[in-house]
């Protein structure tokens, strides 16, 4: 690692990302060599943390929101909005126009997100989720689950225990309810794990 190149990020890239973005919490920490073009279009909680070689761009079709504590793993990879596919004039890199209807791109509080995914338009990560490394989400993935695959649809609940989930709901101030994560889990057929 270049230790010029550190202190660039702390100093100088990581204080104009801050101040560029939609909205930007407290405790913002973009990794070594991570970049987010668009900033404009991204609203960001609190304690935002990055691994090293991020990368971040969308554009005015599919807006960011990123909840409160919220970490992106090493090598990670959002990126919203989708080229036009149904033109016609000649090659899409012809057309500098994206495709219009698209999503904002969703990330609840507390969600973990795994070396190398991918965060693609369309992607909805509930409240205290967790991304496998190396997965791809471009949907719904319900709060307190873990995704894993390309794309993420392998799904598992967090807890086994409603007791346990109760307990993580309480103790971050969710506006969850248990029976709402079990509803929302249920809709999208998460697995509830087996008791260990």
Not at 39 to 47: S, Y
Not at 89 to 99: A, N, Q
Not at 140 to 155: E, F, M, N, Q, W
Not at 163 to 185: K, P
Request: charged content about 20%.
């Amino acid at each position: 690692m270049d230790i010029l190149a550190v202190f660039y990020n702390k100093l100088l890239y990581r204080p104009y990302v801050r101040r560029r973005l939609k909205h930007a919490g407290r405790g913002f920490r973009l990794g070594y060599a991570s970049e987010f073009l668009q900033p404009g279009l991204f609203r960001i909680g609190n304690n935002f943390f990055t691994g090293p070689h991020c990368y971040f761009d969308t554009n005015q079709f599919s807006p960011v929101r990123i909840g409160d504590d919220v970490m992106f793993g090493p090598y990670c990879k959002l990126i919203g909005g989708n080229h036009d596919y149904s033109y016609t004039k000649g090659p899409l890199s012809d057309h500098r126009f994206p495709r219009p209807h698209q999503k904002e791109i969703v990330i609840e509080n507390g969600v973990w997100i795994g070396a190398n995914a991918v965060i693609l338009t369309g992607a909805q990560i509930g409240e205290g989720s967790i991304i496998g490394a190396m997965g791809l989400v471009n949907h719904v993935v319900p709060p307190y689950t873990v995704a894993v695959g390309v794309p993420a649809k392998r799904l598992f609940a967090r807890f086994h225990d409603d007791n346990d989930l109760a307990d993580i709901l309480r103790n971050v101030g969710s506006s969850y309810t248990v029976e709402m994560v079990r509803a929302l889990q249920n809709q999208h057929g998460v697995e509830v794990a087996r008791a260990r």
